[in-house]
């Protein structure tokens, strides 16, 4: 088997882990996104809720009602709170994901970059045989003239 064949073969896995892992980041970017749109969504809807309450409030509301109002902004706010916490472990794997995905991606330009040297070597040792080979033809014609 020539030695560029394990170099070939390991950069193919390295580019399919590479891969792989942009393509979990793509995941986690997309979930992070929607956990955010969420967040933020909740978060308008608190901010209308509590106008909406504000002015109510100003044109007179029974006990009984401002309770309601009290509840639902609790159960609100703790929507949000929950909201907030997976938005923040969304942006946290979109970190991990994204290291992973610059080892990955890394590691297959190390192996490119390597293969790169050897074929370059090769190309380098491959011209030395050809330039000795015309050396020692030039030498022999030298040594025994035209004919």
Do not use: C
Request: charged residues 30%; without cysteine; hydrophobic residues 50%.
């Amino acid at each position: 088997m020539p030695a560029a064949a394990p170099l070939s073969l390991l950069i193919e896995i390295a580019t399919a882990r590479s891969d792989a892992a942009r393509r979990a980041l793509g995941g986690a970017l997309a979930k992070s996104r929607t956990a955010a749109e969420r967040l933020a969504l909740l978060e308008r809807y608190r901010e209308e809720y509590r106008a909406w309450l504000t002015h109510s409030a100003r044109r007179g509301l029974a006990a009984a009602e401002l309770a309601n109002f009290g509840a639902f902004l609790a159960r609100l706010d703790a929507a949000i709170e929950q909201a907030a916490a997976q938005a923040h472990e969304q942006a946290l794997r979109v970190t991990e994901e994204r290291a992973r995905w610059h080892a990955a991606r890394n590691r297959a330009r190390v192996f490119e970059a390597l293969a790169a040297r050897r074929e370059a070597a090769e190309r380098a040792d491959e011209a030395r045989r050809e330039r000795k080979q015309a050396d020692e033809a030039a030498a022999r014609f030298a040594a025994t003239g035209p004919r």
